[in-house]
């Protein structure tokens, strides 16, 4: 007998169960490595459990002031920490390849802890980013020696990627001097929506993103008694006048997918929707991957470094287009 599609029991796919006070067993994780001695991790919020994973290059020229990245891991919102093998050695060959700062953000998950609480940590972070800029003596020794916080860019990979999304809007219009977003990064960005995208359908049984899958996944982030055309989800249909004016003000943006990705019609549709209103938008979209594949593959991996490196100095060499 033919083995079942991959999306035949989401839980299962997931490795997670739904309790009856509804909080989730995870039974299988990725290994969380600890900090080493070129990361270190800061406290952001206590009462959340959140907190900063801080990565510097091994090799810092002498008298160098260096780009910052904040950074927010994927995992369906549901999954994983800064901590997890996966996003700390990615974040780690990032600091080295990019020569620069990486703040990575370990943010709350659902459905303990439904959106916006993501959302919220993330601009907690980036608040917690502008004191440190604005604390003289105060302000950590590695951000303090390292750091030029006019060169902020923010990146996320999954729902990450829509979490970079969520956090633009709520800074928008937040005086964050001296620190400046020169760049959003969106990496295989995980939105979604009532309606299936033809990726979507045509990619239902995907062995990493399975569309019952997603749809779980949804229904454990978004806030209880709404559908995936939420706007936490779907920014395209139910985005409102706010929202869009708050678009305009976004620098320049990447958008990075993948053609075996089933999230990447969703992905063009929202680099799209920002072209619209007024956004410089970069895009990359190779036919050749499937989500999450820089974490699995080392050419990949290589390829997203190499794009996100031109993307950060195209950012630095022109003047911006917001008013982060």
Not at 128 to 153: E, H, I, M, N, P
Request: net charge negative.
């Amino acid at each position: 007998m033919e083995a079942p599609p991959p999306s035949s029991d989401p839980y299962k796919f997931l490795n997670i169960t739904l309790n009856s006070d509804g909080s989730l067993t995870r039974h299988r994780d990725f290994p969380k490595l600890p900090p080493t001695e070129h990361s270190k991790d800061i406290p952001l919020n206590p009462n959340n459990k959140t907190f900063i994973r801080l990565f510097k290059p091994r090799n810092i020229p002498p008298e160098s002031k260096l780009p910052i990245l904040v950074y927010f891991h994927g995992g369906g919102f549901i999954l994983y920490s800064a901590a997890s093998a996966p996003f700390h050695e990615s974040c780690s060959k990032m600091a080295d390849r990019l020569q620069t700062v990486i703040l990575s953000v370990e943010y709350r998950l659902a459905p303990e802890h439904r959106l916006p609480a993501a959302y919220d940590d993330g601009v907690e972070a980036i608040l917690w980013l502008r004191d440190q800029a604005r604390g003289g003596g105060d302000c950590d020794a590695w951000l303090k020696d390292s750091v030029d916080f006019s060169k902020c860019f923010v990146m996320g990979s999954s729902s990450g990627g829509n979490i970079v999304y969520g956090v633009a809007l709520r800074v928008a219009e937040t005086d964050l001097s001296p620190v400046k977003i020169q760049g959003l990064i969106m990496n295989q960005a995980f939105f979604g929506g009532v309606d299936t995208s033809d990726s979507e359908s045509r990619l239902k049984d995907d062995r990493i993103c399975p569309l019952t899958a997603t749809h779980l996944l949804w229904s454990l982030c978004l806030p209880e008694g709404v559908d995936r055309d939420h706007v936490y989800s779907n920014p395209i249909k139910s985005s409102g006048p706010v929202e869009r004016a708050k678009m305009g003000r976004f620098p320049s943006t990447l958008v990075n997918g993948y053609g075996g990705d089933p999230l990447v019609d969703r992905q063009r549709d929202v680099a799209e929707m920002l072209r619209s209103r007024g956004v410089h938008v970069e895009t990359r979209f190779d036919e050749d991957g499937f989500h999450a594949c820089e974490l699995f593959d080392e050419n990949k991996a290589r390829a997203l470094y190499d794009t996100v490196e031109a993307f950060m100095k195209s950012c630095s060499t022109t003047a911006p287009s917001s008013n982060m």
